[in-house]
């Protein structure tokens, strides 16, 4: 189905952060991929579908630039709050991120996605995805992900999903992406239940 902004602010709006079901109080998976980029802390960052995520407080710590995007304006809005004197720092971009980037983006280092693309269902959503990952991820850079696979969970938050093979990133990447590092990790949910996903991370080579 379509981006949909209405239920994505409903899911902000309604419930409490520690109980979404992609919640992490400890995001060392991304870290553990991260650290394979050469300087990430001073480097300029792209969260698409950033929600939100104590991925960002730890990012923003560490000195890393930040570009936040998502489609909700409540999820923005809760971070900003939390961030304070902080949120002067971060680049806010609410918007589907199938939809085309605008001029205003800086070129970025590493594009980080997690557990967002997944819900992206429809060829041409999908398509606008990848190409905002080319428009904007500079050559030398890195794009990060991680998404449920193909023997992951049908669905989340109410949504059917698209699940990813690292294959299948790789294919939509093309040939100017490599291959750096890929593993499997299983998240726990607030629920208690597995959430099995793959972790994947590339490097633009041209």
């Known amino acids: 189905m379509k981006p949909n902004r209405k ?4 899911i902000f709006q309604e419930t409490a952060d520690e109980k979404l079901g992609w919640y992490e109080n400890d995001p060392a998976e991304t870290i553990r991929l991260l650290n394979q980029v050469p300087d990430w802390k001073n480097s300029t960052l792209f969260l698409s579908g950033a929600g939100t ?18 489609i909700s304006q409540p999820a923005l809005d809760h971070v900003r709050e939390r ?4 949120a002067a720092a971060i680049e806010w971009v609410c918007q ?6 605008g001029n205003t983006i800086p070129p970025i280092d590493v594009w980080i996605d997690r557990a967002v693309l997944h819900f992206l269902t429809e060829e041409d ?4 995805y990848f190409n905002n990952v080319l428009s904007k991820v500079k050559v030398g850079g890195h794009a990060l992900f991680a998404e449920y696979p193909p023997h992951g969970a049908a669905q989340c938050a109410g949504l059917e999903l698209h699940r990813y093979s ?3 990133l790789s294919e939509r990447l093309g040939s ?8 499997d990790h299983t998240h726990i949910n607030p629920t208690g239940a597995p959430r099995p996903y793959v972790y994947a991370l590339f490097a633009r080579i041209a």
Not at 83 to 86: A, N, P
């Open 53 to 70: 995520s104590v991925l960002i407080d730890v990012l923003l710590d560490a000195g890393a630039k930040l570009v936040l995007n998502d």
């Open 7 to 10: 239920h994505w602010n409903q």
């Open 125 to 128: 959503d999908i398509q606008g």
């Open 96 to 101: 589907d991120i199938a939809l085309p980037l």
């Open 176 to 183: 100017g992406f490599a291959l750096v590092d890929h593993f």
């Open 83 to 86: 961030m304070g004197e902080q």
């Open 166 to 168: 690292v294959d299948e």
